[in-house]
């Protein structure tokens, strides 16, 4: 094959190759609180690469869970089509294995709560056209990840106006058998203060004065649907405006996948109310 013919054949693939298939990428983001970079996915709507450097966009932050990574979420769910759906910034963070994406009390090494919450929103804000504010920034997860996205908002209220569970993990007193959680909350015994501190149900009332936008959902054949039931039950008694979904379906990828769905469309119908939409 010529070399012309190979130039005018790669251009017509590409220029044939839809355009999301260039909107995923993946950055390095530094953290000084621990000394380390960790990589991130980012997908980007199609929108983004069409429009000016003047528009801005919403951004979802989406957590993994325990023994996951920053791949997960583009690996086993739709992402991707609900980023040009609903035209917002999709960014996947690493947190580690086990960090519970707490500040561990245990092992100074592990602060992935500051590491999240903060220093990845500093770098996504500075490299990307985002919606610097917390009406257009939302974060969520499962398992682990749901915890740690709860944990997180509640730290941050003014970092982040929106925040959902999928399968939260949102009592880590009813996981203690989980490998290498004792790692980063410290021994259940000798730390029972702190494991109690951290328990999302304990911490209920403090999503009142947080007003943010508030989604958990739990398949019904989870282990965690109790746990998640109770923190449920405890937001009602609270008068905490929610929304709560159970659907049938366990601690699975193929639950996840479609709980997300509704998640973004939660956040986005949130955006746009706040006039925080880059679709009008």
Not at 17 to 40: C, D, G, N, Y
Not at 122 to 132: E, L, P, S, V
Not at 145 to 168: C, N, Q, T, V, W
């Amino acid at each position: 094959m010529s070399t012309a013919r190979l130039v005018w054949l790669i251009a017509m693939l590409l220029a044939a190759a839809p355009a999301w298939a260039f909107q995923s990428r993946v950055v390095t983001i530094p953290s000084a609180a621990m000394h380390k970079s960790l990589e991130a996915t980012v997908v980007l709507p199609d929108r983004y690469a069409r429009s000016n450097a003047a528009d801005r966009f919403p951004v979802v932050y989406l957590l993994h869970g325990s023994g996951g990574d920053y791949t997960d979420w583009t690996a086993n769910s739709p992402i991707g089509k609900l980023a040009d759906r609903y035209g917002v910034i999709l960014v996947m963070p690493d947190g580690g294995r086990e960090s519970w994406y707490i500040d561990s009390p245990v092992d100074a090494g592990s602060r992935y709560a500051t590491y999240v919450g903060t220093e990845v929103v500093a770098y996504i804000d500075m490299h990307f056209r985002t919606i610097a504010t917390k009406d257009a920034r939302a974060i969520t997860g499962l398992s682990m990840g749901g915890f740690g996205a709860l944990h997180i908002a509640l730290d941050r209220p003014d970092e982040f106006g929106a925040a959902g569970s999928m399968s939260g993990a949102v009592d880590p007193r009813g996981c203690e058998d989980e490998p290498g959680i004792d790692q980063v909350f410290g021994d259940p015994a000798r730390h029972a203060d702190f494991w109690n501190s951290e328990a999302i149900v304990e911490h209920a009332r403090s999503f009142a004065s947080a007003h943010m936008a508030l989604m958990i959902d739990c398949g019904t054949n989870d282990s965690l649907v109790h746990s998640n039931r109770m923190l449920h039950a405890r937001l009602v008694e609270l008068g905490v405006p929610h929304r709560y979904a159970e659907r049938p379906g366990g601690h699975t990828w193929k639950y996840w996948a479609n709980a997300v769905q509704y998640q973004v469309q939660f956040f986005a119908a949130g955006f746009r109310r706040n006039g925080n939409s880059a679709i009008a």
